[in-house]
């Protein structure tokens, strides 16, 4: 492993005004390469990528506290953590409890300790507090704004974030890449304009080569209907994007959502089978798996027959099954495996045992609001009772943004809904009120005319 001297070490760490709890430079040079990864969503092949940074990083220094909140929160995706974990926390906790720990380093932890045991909108808080506090501090940063993601919450998303922006220097490590974040922030508040200008402005700073800054690009662009444009802008920069490891799926799907938007149905199969199923299936990542189950679950709503992919989707998925990590990812999951009636109803019933009690977990809160509504819609879709689809997500169509995602991503629900009024013999009248009501946002304007076609026939 070599670790370039460009990386910060103690005393360079000092002089940004963020006192780490390490004496050991290489270590501090770990934590600051193991930031840029995570900021720039891509494996560094010369540290031996994120995973071997983290490990270096704890065997370096194992009483340093990021370093070993790195390597829990690489390793969680439950919301119940096991017995392994619970010891790490306790050990964690003695470490946190050390007067050498600095304050910043003791709210990490105790975010973190939220987080794992599901308690996202606590964590959030402290992230939030902790970034205020601290506007150099990127760990809490990154940190709250995949959790702004994960539970719908935009508008913090988009303060947060408006504030680090500000708050930290444009000579600072790592401000480049506030940039894009900021941008998409500012877009899923419907700021479009704006967004695209911190987007943009984050991409040239980085030389083209940001993978959140692209992605950022790309929503502004599907949200404003320019497909045209943004199958261009994402095939025009495919060679910088693609080294974007960590988000390749995710980009990916942003593409293959513009081919769908504009009716290239093979063009967006083609992508499908040649990167988004290869990355969902090599990494197993859920970001990528509801991706590839979400275009898969378009293209069948547009007419094609998707099966034999969707089978290859479903068996990976269902090796992450009953976690009930997000209801966003347990919906993404019934989208591939909604044909298998015995496993929906063991999903069904596993969350129905999830939702009982008080358990602190926001997903819990997530659930009862509008995650069951959801995978009981997906499943009817699947039994073709299109009414019941329509009585189950009509309800609770303004909360969906609790599941977590983007705007686009969540579409996805907002299209099934329109599907099912549109198949149903009772809603009709719903479906075309549906459309104005899209068409009116001037939202994928290309693929509600094909849905007025489909209604006058
Ligand atoms: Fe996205």
Not at 80 to 107: D, M, Y
Not at 254 to 279: K, Q, S
Not at 401 to 409: I, L, R, T, Y
Request: proline share 2%.
């Amino acid at each position: 492993m070599v670790i370039p001297g460009s990386w910060r070490d103690c005393q360079a760490w000092k002089a940004d005004g963020i006192e780490l709890s390490t004496t050991n430079n290489e270590t501090a040079k770990l934590y600051d390469a193991a930031l840029h990864q995570i900021m720039s969503l891509t494996n560094d092949p010369s540290l031996g990528g994120l995973p071997s940074t983290i490990q270096r990083m704890v065997e370096t220094d194992p009483n340093f506290l990021m370093g070993q909140l790195f390597k829990e929160m690489s390793s969680i995706d439950v919301v119940t953590p096991g017995e392994e974990t619970i010891q790490n926390l306790e050990r964690l906790r003695v470490i946190a409890q050390s007067n050498r720990v600095a304050s910043w380093e003791k709210l990490c932890f105790e975010a973190v300790e939220h987080q794992i045991y599901g308690r996202q909108l606590e964590a959030s808080r402290i992230y939030e507090r902790n970034s205020m506090l601290n506007p150099n501090e990127i760990f809490s940063i990154s940190r709250l704004f995949v959790l702004n993601i994960n539970t719908g919450y935009s508008e913090q998303m988009k303060n947060s974030l408006g504030y680090a922006v500000n708050a930290y220097s444009e000579k600072k490590p790592l401000y480049n890449y506030l940039l894009g974040r900021y941008g998409f922030a500012l877009n899923e508040c419907n700021k479009n304009s704006e967004g695209e200008k911190w987007a943009r402005k984050g991409l040239d700073l980085n030389n083209g080569r940001d993978p959140w800054a692209t992605h950022a690009v790309s929503h502004v662009l599907l949200d404003s209907s320019r497909s045209a444009e943004g199958i261009h802008f994402l095939r025009s920069t495919e060679a910088d994007w693609r080294k974007g490891d960590m988000f390749l799926g995710h980009n990916a799907w942003h593409l293959g959502i513009f081919y769908v938007e504009r009716g290239m149905y093979e063009e967006a199969l083609e992508l499908f089978n040649d990167t988004i199923c290869i990355e969902a299936c090599k990494n197993e990542a859920m970001l990528f798996l509801n991706d590839a189950a979400s275009l898969l679950f378009r293209l069948k709503m547009e007419g094609l027959n998707v099966k034999e992919e969707t089978i290859k989707i479903c068996e990976v998925f269902k090796q992450h099954a009953f976690k009930h990590t997000s209801m966003f990812d347990d919906a993404h999951l019934l989208l591939t495996c909604g044909s298998d009636k015995e496993f929906c109803n063991q999903i069904l019933d596993s969350v129905e045992n999830f939702i009982q009690g008080n358990s602190g977990k926001y997903q819990q809160v997530v659930a009862r609001e509008v995650g069951t509504h959801i995978l009981k819609a997906i499943v009817e879709y699947e039994n073709e009772e299109y009414d019941k689809v329509v009585e189950l997500l009509l309800p609770v169509r303004y909360e969906i943004w609790m599941c977590g995602g983007s705007n686009a991503q969540r579409d996805i629900f907002h299209l099934i809904l329109l599907s099912a009024a549109s198949k149903s013999i009772s809603y009709q009248d719903l479906a075309r009120s549906l459309l104005v009501e899209r068409t009116s946002n001037k939202q994928t304007l290309e693929l509600n005319g094909r849905w007025l076609q489909r209604l006058s026939l």
